[in-house]
C-alpha cells in the first residue's frame, strides 16, 4: 500500500537476532579496548557480523565497548546534501565514543568508513575490521578450524577507493587453513546497491546485481565474502530472486565461526 516492497524484501532473516550489550570483557590476556560502531541499521539488518566481530575480537583480547548513544555514521545525509544533519550526528557519535574512552573506534559496514574516519581522527582513530585485525590485533596463537569449502571475494567500491583496503579481506580470510579463495571474473565494479542508489534506481541497481550474480555463479563458491551490509543485502535479495544459492557473510564471521576456543 505504502510501496515499500522494495525496502522490504532487504530484511533478513531474524531468527538468529542477539542484542548488544554495552561492554563485553575479554576472557584472554588483555591487550587493549576498543569501541563498536554498529550503524544506522547494523543493530538489526547485520546483528549477526556485529555479534561475530566481538566475539572474534575478544578472542584477540579486546574488550568491546558498544556506546549506547551513537548514531547514524551521517554518510546518507552527506549523499543528500544535507550537511547540517551530518554534522549533527557527526558530533552526537563524537561525543559517544569519546565517553567510553576506547583505544580505537571498529566498524563492520565499509560503507560507513570514509565518514566515521573524519570524527576526530586524533582522539578517535577509526579502522575497517579486517583492516584492524590483520594490521593491529592478529595473534598467531589463535587457532581456526580448517575450511574446506571455495569463499568468493567481493570487493564493495568503499574498500576499493575511498579507503584502499581492499587487500584486508583476503589475507584475513587467507588466516583460514584450507579455504579457497576466489576472485569474481568479469564482475561489474559497483553491485548496484551505491548506499541509497538501490531504492531509487532500481533497475539499474538490479541490473548491475544480475551482472555480479553471473560472475558469482561461475565460481559455484559456497560463500559469498563482502565487507559491507548494503552490498550484503541488496546481493542476498536479488540472489533469492534469481533463484542463486550462496551463504553471503561477512569475513570476520567466517573468522568467528572457525575459531577452535
Request: net charge neutral; hydrophobic share 40%.
Amino acid at each position: 500500500l505504502v510501496k515499500l516492497e522494495r525496502a522490504e524484501r532487504l530484511i533478513p532473516d531474524m531468527a538468529t537476532y542477539k542484542p548488544l550489550l554495552p561492554f563485553y570483557e575479554t576472557a584472554q590476556k588483555k591487550r587493549g579496548s576498543v569501541a563498536l560502531f554498529t550503524g544506522c541499521a547494523g543493530t538489526l539488518l547485520d546483528n549477526v557480523t556485529l555479534n561475530d566481530t566481538i566475539k572474534v575480537l575478544n578472542a584477540l583480547g579486546y574488550d568491546v565497548h558498544v556506546p549506547e548513544a551513537q548514531r547514524c555514521c551521517g554518510t546518507l545525509h552527506s549523499h543528500n546534501q544535507d550537511k547540517a544533519r551530518a554534522d549533527e550526528l557527526k558530533q552526537a557519535n563524537i561525543d559517544a565514543f569519546t565517553a567510553v574512552k576506547a583505544d580505537a573506534i571498529i566498524y563492520t559496514a565499509s560503507g560507513c568508513g570514509s565518514k566515521i574516519k573524519r570524527f576526530d581522527e586524533e582522539r578517535l582513530p577509526a579502522y575497517e575490521v579486517c583492516e584492524f585485525i590483520i594490521d593491529h590485533a592478529w595473534n598467531d596463537e589463535i587457532k581456526l578450524k580448517p575450511l574446506s569449502q571455495s569463499v568468493a571475494l567481493h570487493q564493495p567500491c568503499t574498500m576499493r577507493f575511498p579507503l584502499s583496503l581492499e587487500d584486508r579481506p583476503m589475507r584475513l580470510l587467507a588466516q583460514i587453513p584450507q579455504i579457497k579463495i576466489v576472485t569474481l571474473s568479469n564482475a561489474p565494479s559497483c553491485c548496484g546497491a551505491a548506499g541509497s542508489y538501490m531504492l531509487t534506481n532500481p533497475d539499474t541497481s538490479d541490473q548491475l546485481a544480475a551482472k555480479l550474480l553471473d560472475s558469482i555463479k561461475e565460481t559455484h563458491a559456497r560463500y559469498l565474502a563482502t565487507t559491507n551490509i548494503g552490498c550484503a543485502l541488496h546481493i542476498s535479495a536479488n540472489a533469492a530472486e534469481a533463484g542463486v544459492v550462496i551463504d553471503i557473510v561477512h569475513p570476520v564471521s567466517l573468522i568467528a565461526r572457525q575459531l577452535t576456543q
